[in-house]
Protein backbone atom coordinates (compact mmCIF):
# COMPACT_ATOMS: atom_id res chain seq x y z
CA UNK A 1 0.00 0.00 0.00
CA UNK A 2 1.43 3.58 -0.56
CA UNK A 3 1.85 6.13 1.48
CA UNK A 4 0.78 9.86 0.76
CA UNK A 5 0.80 12.94 1.72
CA UNK A 6 -2.10 15.15 2.79
CA UNK A 7 -2.08 18.95 4.19
CA UNK A 8 1.43 18.08 6.35
CA UNK A 9 0.47 14.49 7.36
CA UNK A 10 1.75 11.12 5.82
CA UNK A 11 -0.82 8.19 5.60
CA UNK A 12 -1.66 5.46 3.65
CA UNK A 13 -3.46 5.44 0.82
CA UNK A 14 -6.30 4.26 2.68
CA UNK A 15 -6.65 6.61 5.54
CA UNK A 16 -5.67 9.44 3.55
CA UNK A 17 -9.43 11.90 3.03
CA UNK A 18 -10.59 14.96 1.50
CA UNK A 19 -13.97 16.99 2.15
CA UNK A 20 -16.68 16.53 0.00
CA UNK A 21 -17.24 20.19 -0.61
CA UNK A 22 -13.39 21.04 -1.22
CA UNK A 23 -13.80 22.88 -4.25
CA UNK A 24 -11.01 20.90 -6.50
CA UNK A 25 -13.82 18.27 -6.42
CA UNK A 26 -16.51 20.59 -6.72
CA UNK A 27 -15.57 22.98 -9.75
CA UNK A 28 -12.25 21.74 -10.42
CA UNK A 29 -10.61 24.52 -8.82
CA UNK A 30 -7.49 23.33 -8.07
CA UNK A 31 -4.05 22.91 -9.99
CA UNK A 32 -1.13 20.02 -10.29
CA UNK A 33 1.72 18.96 -11.24
CA UNK A 34 3.44 15.61 -12.07
CA UNK A 35 7.12 14.99 -11.75
CA UNK A 36 9.45 12.11 -13.00
CA UNK A 37 11.73 10.12 -10.93
CA UNK A 38 14.25 8.00 -12.50
CA UNK A 39 16.94 6.04 -10.50
CA UNK A 40 15.08 7.60 -7.51
CA UNK A 41 15.77 11.02 -7.78
CA UNK A 42 13.69 13.94 -9.23
CA UNK A 43 13.94 15.28 -12.77
CA UNK A 44 13.09 19.39 -13.59
CA UNK A 45 11.86 19.65 -9.54
CA UNK A 46 12.43 23.23 -9.88
CA UNK A 47 10.98 23.74 -13.26
CA UNK A 48 7.66 21.91 -11.31
CA UNK A 49 7.90 24.26 -8.93
CA UNK A 50 7.93 27.53 -10.51
CA UNK A 51 5.56 26.80 -12.60
CA UNK A 52 3.37 25.53 -9.51
CA UNK A 53 4.00 28.86 -8.12
CA UNK A 54 2.43 30.89 -11.35
CA UNK A 55 -0.57 28.38 -11.80
CA UNK A 56 -1.30 29.85 -8.06
CA UNK A 57 -0.64 33.04 -8.79
CA UNK A 58 -2.35 33.60 -12.08
CA UNK A 59 -5.45 31.97 -10.00
CA UNK A 60 -5.10 33.71 -7.30
CA UNK A 61 -4.71 31.01 -4.99
CA UNK A 62 -2.30 30.82 -1.51
CA UNK A 63 0.72 28.61 -1.90
CA UNK A 64 0.55 26.27 1.31
CA UNK A 65 4.27 25.14 0.79
CA UNK A 66 7.68 26.68 0.50
CA UNK A 67 10.05 25.52 -2.76
CA UNK A 68 12.47 23.95 0.21
CA UNK A 69 9.42 22.05 2.19
CA UNK A 70 8.16 21.13 -1.25
CA UNK A 71 11.32 19.00 -2.26
CA UNK A 72 11.64 17.70 1.11
CA UNK A 73 7.76 15.60 0.80
CA UNK A 74 8.97 15.04 -2.84
CA UNK A 75 12.06 12.95 -1.54
CA UNK A 76 10.91 11.69 2.01
CA UNK A 77 7.80 10.03 -0.69
CA UNK A 78 9.94 8.18 -3.23
CA UNK A 79 11.97 6.67 0.00
CA UNK A 80 8.89 5.92 1.68
CA UNK A 81 7.24 4.17 -1.20
CA UNK A 82 10.85 2.93 -2.74
CA UNK A 83 10.53 4.71 -6.26
CA UNK A 84 13.09 4.25 -8.37
CA UNK A 85 10.90 5.01 -11.69
CA UNK A 86 7.35 6.58 -11.94
CA UNK A 87 5.99 9.60 -11.05
CA UNK A 88 4.79 12.20 -8.45
CA UNK A 89 1.55 13.84 -8.75
CA UNK A 90 0.93 17.19 -6.78
CA UNK A 91 -2.36 18.48 -6.51
CA UNK A 92 -3.56 21.75 -4.31
CA UNK A 93 -6.67 23.03 -4.58
CA UNK A 94 -8.84 26.09 -3.05
CA UNK A 95 -9.87 24.19 -0.19
CA UNK A 96 -13.21 23.94 1.61
CA UNK A 97 -15.05 26.00 3.80
CA UNK A 98 -17.85 23.97 4.28
CA UNK A 99 -20.41 24.71 1.79
CA UNK A 100 -20.62 25.32 -2.08
CA UNK A 101 -20.57 28.94 -3.65
CA UNK A 102 -19.12 29.86 -6.55
CA UNK A 103 -17.84 32.58 -4.95
CA UNK A 104 -14.41 31.79 -3.37
CA UNK A 105 -13.92 31.01 0.24
CA UNK A 106 -13.10 33.46 3.10
CA UNK A 107 -8.98 34.42 2.68
CA UNK A 108 -7.78 32.40 5.55
CA UNK A 109 -9.10 29.08 3.98
CA UNK A 110 -6.41 26.94 3.42
CA UNK A 111 -5.74 25.71 0.40
CA UNK A 112 -5.80 21.26 0.33
CA UNK A 113 -2.39 19.81 -0.50
CA UNK A 114 -2.30 16.06 -2.14
CA UNK A 115 0.34 14.24 -3.11
CA UNK A 116 1.08 10.57 -4.31
CA UNK A 117 3.96 8.52 -6.18
CA UNK A 118 3.19 6.56 -8.94
CA UNK A 119 5.63 3.65 -9.65
CA UNK A 120 6.39 2.90 -12.95
CA UNK A 121 8.88 0.99 -14.16
CA UNK A 122 10.28 0.95 -17.44
CA UNK A 123 9.52 4.61 -17.95
CA UNK A 124 12.55 5.66 -19.64
CA UNK A 125 12.88 2.35 -21.41
CA UNK A 126 9.44 2.74 -22.50
CA UNK A 127 8.57 0.31 -25.73
CA UNK A 128 6.52 2.84 -26.99
CA UNK A 129 8.90 5.38 -27.80
CA UNK A 130 10.75 2.85 -29.71
CA UNK A 131 7.45 2.04 -32.11
CA UNK A 132 6.03 5.36 -32.28
CA UNK A 133 2.76 6.79 -31.13
CA UNK A 134 -0.22 7.04 -33.47
CA UNK A 135 -2.30 10.22 -33.34
CA UNK A 136 -5.79 11.20 -33.91
CA UNK A 137 -6.81 15.14 -34.51
CA UNK A 138 -9.75 16.39 -32.95
CA UNK A 139 -11.09 20.00 -32.10
CA UNK A 140 -9.52 21.84 -28.90
CA UNK A 141 -12.82 22.74 -27.14
CA UNK A 142 -10.80 23.80 -24.08
CA UNK A 143 -10.84 27.14 -22.25
CA UNK A 144 -8.82 29.92 -22.96
CA UNK A 145 -5.88 29.74 -20.03
CA UNK A 146 -4.31 26.67 -20.56
CA UNK A 147 -1.75 27.67 -19.64
CA UNK A 148 -2.42 27.34 -16.21
CA UNK A 149 -2.28 23.51 -15.09
CA UNK A 150 -5.51 23.59 -13.60
CA UNK A 151 -7.46 20.18 -12.94
CA UNK A 152 -10.01 20.31 -15.33
CA UNK A 153 -8.93 17.50 -17.40
CA UNK A 154 -12.13 16.18 -19.01
CA UNK A 155 -11.92 17.19 -22.85
CA UNK A 156 -8.50 15.90 -22.43
CA UNK A 157 -9.54 12.53 -21.14
CA UNK A 158 -12.10 12.31 -23.79
CA UNK A 159 -9.75 12.94 -26.22
CA UNK A 160 -7.48 10.25 -25.36
CA UNK A 161 -11.04 8.09 -25.46
CA UNK A 162 -11.79 9.23 -28.81
CA UNK A 163 -7.76 8.28 -29.47
CA UNK A 164 -8.15 4.49 -27.87
CA UNK A 165 -11.52 4.16 -29.66
CA UNK A 166 -9.86 4.67 -33.03
CA UNK A 167 -7.14 2.51 -31.98
CA UNK A 168 -4.92 5.51 -31.56
CA UNK A 169 -2.51 6.38 -28.92
CA UNK A 170 -3.54 10.08 -28.59
CA UNK A 171 -5.07 12.65 -29.75
CA UNK A 172 -3.85 15.97 -31.35
CA UNK A 173 -6.05 19.42 -30.80
CA UNK A 174 -6.80 21.55 -33.10
CA UNK A 175 -7.97 25.63 -32.91
CA UNK A 176 -8.54 27.86 -35.95
CA UNK A 177 -6.89 25.16 -38.15
CA UNK A 178 -4.27 25.03 -36.37
CA UNK A 179 -2.53 22.57 -33.73
CA UNK A 180 -2.33 23.44 -30.01
CA UNK A 181 -0.99 20.26 -28.08
CA UNK A 182 -1.39 17.05 -27.28
CA UNK A 183 -4.30 15.71 -24.64
CA UNK A 184 -1.06 15.65 -22.14
CA UNK A 185 1.74 16.66 -24.13
CA UNK A 186 3.47 19.24 -26.12
CA UNK A 187 3.22 18.52 -29.92
CA UNK A 188 6.64 18.82 -32.22
CA UNK A 189 6.57 18.23 -35.98
CA UNK A 190 10.20 18.20 -37.94
CA UNK A 191 11.41 19.07 -41.34
CA UNK A 192 15.04 17.95 -42.07
CA UNK A 193 16.90 19.15 -39.15
CA UNK A 194 14.06 21.58 -38.08
CA UNK A 195 12.31 21.34 -35.31
CA UNK A 196 8.54 23.48 -35.46
CA UNK A 197 6.07 23.94 -32.43
CA UNK A 198 3.53 26.32 -31.45
CA UNK A 199 4.93 29.23 -29.59
CA UNK A 200 4.23 29.72 -26.10
CA UNK A 201 0.44 31.96 -25.42
CA UNK A 202 -2.45 31.64 -23.14
CA UNK A 203 -3.57 28.13 -25.54
CA UNK A 204 -0.95 26.05 -24.08
CA UNK A 205 0.41 24.88 -21.34
CA UNK A 206 4.02 26.19 -20.91
CA UNK A 207 5.73 22.12 -20.94
CA UNK A 208 8.78 22.10 -18.46
CA UNK A 209 9.69 19.10 -20.69
CA UNK A 210 9.06 21.54 -23.74
CA UNK A 211 11.58 24.13 -22.41
CA UNK A 212 14.40 21.60 -21.78
CA UNK A 213 14.05 20.19 -25.06
CA UNK A 214 14.36 23.19 -27.16
CA UNK A 215 17.29 24.20 -25.18
CA UNK A 216 19.05 20.97 -25.55
CA UNK A 217 17.57 20.56 -28.88
CA UNK A 218 19.27 24.02 -29.59
CA UNK A 219 22.79 23.08 -28.07
CA UNK A 220 22.84 20.12 -30.40
CA UNK A 221 22.57 22.30 -32.84
CA UNK A 222 19.16 21.57 -34.42
CA UNK A 223 17.32 24.43 -35.73
CA UNK A 224 13.97 25.45 -33.72
CA UNK A 225 11.02 27.37 -35.42
CA UNK A 226 8.22 28.28 -32.79
CA UNK A 227 4.74 29.05 -34.98
CA UNK A 228 1.72 27.43 -35.73
CA UNK A 229 1.66 24.21 -37.72
CA UNK A 230 -1.28 23.00 -39.44
CA UNK A 231 -2.45 19.15 -39.23
CA UNK A 232 -2.11 19.15 -43.32
CA UNK A 233 2.00 20.50 -42.88
CA UNK A 234 1.90 17.48 -40.21
CA UNK A 235 1.10 14.91 -42.28
CA UNK A 236 3.79 15.98 -44.66
CA UNK A 237 6.76 16.51 -42.02
CA UNK A 238 9.57 14.02 -41.84
CA UNK A 239 8.84 13.04 -37.97
CA UNK A 240 6.77 14.51 -35.63
CA UNK A 241 6.72 14.59 -31.49
CA UNK A 242 5.11 15.10 -28.06
CA UNK A 243 6.78 15.78 -24.96
CA UNK A 244 5.62 15.91 -21.02
CA UNK A 245 7.24 14.84 -17.84
CA UNK A 246 5.80 11.68 -18.05
CA UNK A 247 6.40 10.83 -21.83
CA UNK A 248 9.54 12.22 -21.98
CA UNK A 249 10.14 13.11 -25.65
CA UNK A 250 8.06 10.57 -27.44
CA UNK A 251 8.16 9.87 -31.32
CA UNK A 252 4.68 9.93 -33.65
CA UNK A 253 4.78 7.93 -36.71
CA UNK A 254 1.37 8.17 -37.86
CA UNK A 255 -1.44 11.33 -37.94
CA UNK A 256 -4.93 10.58 -39.17
CA UNK A 257 -3.65 7.46 -40.72
CA UNK A 258 -0.66 9.47 -42.71
CA UNK A 259 2.43 7.40 -41.70
CA UNK A 260 4.87 10.00 -41.41
CA UNK A 261 8.62 9.32 -43.48
CA UNK A 262 9.25 5.65 -43.03
CA UNK A 263 6.21 4.57 -40.45
CA UNK A 264 9.60 4.36 -37.69
CA UNK A 265 10.44 7.08 -35.28
CA UNK A 266 13.03 8.30 -37.61
CA UNK A 267 16.20 9.79 -36.63
CA UNK A 268 16.12 13.35 -34.81
CA UNK A 269 13.70 12.29 -32.36
CA UNK A 270 14.86 9.03 -31.17
CA UNK A 271 18.46 10.95 -30.60
CA UNK A 272 16.63 14.26 -28.82
CA UNK A 273 14.98 11.96 -26.25
CA UNK A 274 18.48 10.16 -25.54
CA UNK A 275 20.06 13.35 -25.11
CA UNK A 276 16.96 14.61 -22.67
CA UNK A 277 17.51 11.72 -20.80
CA UNK A 278 20.87 11.89 -20.15
CA UNK A 279 20.75 15.55 -19.64
CA UNK A 280 18.20 15.27 -16.95
CA UNK A 281 19.80 11.97 -15.03
CA UNK A 282 22.81 14.38 -14.86
CA UNK A 283 20.60 17.32 -13.42
CA UNK A 284 18.13 15.34 -11.00
CA UNK A 285 17.94 15.74 -7.36
N1 LIG B 1 0.25 20.17 -22.50
C1 LIG B 1 -0.71 19.62 -21.73
C2 LIG B 1 -2.14 19.90 -22.06
C3 LIG B 1 -0.37 18.79 -20.65
O1 LIG B 1 -1.33 18.25 -19.89
C4 LIG B 1 1.00 18.51 -20.41
C5 LIG B 1 1.44 17.60 -19.30
N2 LIG B 1 0.81 17.83 -18.10
C6 LIG B 1 1.97 19.10 -21.23
C7 LIG B 1 1.55 19.93 -22.27
C8 LIG B 1 3.44 18.86 -21.03
O2 LIG B 1 3.92 19.56 -19.91
P1 LIG B 1 5.17 19.06 -19.08
O3 LIG B 1 6.29 18.89 -20.04
O4 LIG B 1 5.42 20.14 -18.11
O5 LIG B 1 4.75 17.76 -18.45
Known amino acids: ?27 ADGVYEVTSV ?11 ATRLSRSL ?17 HRELVRLNGVDEGLIYLQITRGSDGDRDFVYPAEDTEPTIVMFTQNKPGLADNPAAKRGARIISIEDIRWGRRDIKTVQLLYPSMGKMMAKKAGCDDAWMVQDGFVTEGTSNNAYIVKGNRIITRALSHEILHGITRAAVLRFAKEAQMEVEERNFTIEEAKEADEAF ?32 EIYLDEMRKSAV
Open 1 to 27: MRTVYVNGEYLPETEAKVSIFDRGFLM
Open 242 to 273: TTSASGFVMPVVEIDGASLGDGTPGRLVPRLR
Open 38 to 48: LDGKLIDFEGH
Open 57 to 73: NELEMKNPISKADLLEV
